[in-house]
């Protein structure tokens, strides 16, 4: 992932940008089914959280139980 904030963003289908840009628009539209609200900006980045959270206890869960 580019972080330069100002290279030039490539939309083409299939394209990092396309599809991070695709992933913020489902986590947007699944926040706002959740909340019975309006999307907030930052949804994307709640959401990689979250699921960074669920693999870390799920990883220490599989620890804990072996």
């Given at each position: 992932?580019?972080?330069?904030p100002f290279r030039?963003k490539?939309?083409s289908?299939?394209?990092e940008?396309?599809?991070?840009?695709?992933k913020?628009?489902?986590?947007?539209?699944?926040?706002?089914?959740?909340n019975n609200s309006?999307w907030a900006?930052?949804?994307?980045?709640?959401?990689?959280?979250?699921?960074r959270w669920?693999a870390?206890k799920a990883?220490?869960?599989?620890?804990?139980?072996?």
């Amino acid at each position: 992932m580019n972080l330069n904030p100002f290279r030039k963003k490539d939309w083409s289908v299939g394209s990092e940008d396309y599809n991070r840009m695709m992933k913020a628009n489902a986590a947007r539209t699944e926040e706002s089914g959740v909340n019975n609200s309006r999307w907030a900006p930052g949804a994307l980045n709640r959401l990689e959280n979250k699921q960074r959270w669920a693999a870390i206890k799920a990883h220490w869960r599989s620890w804990w139980n072996n």
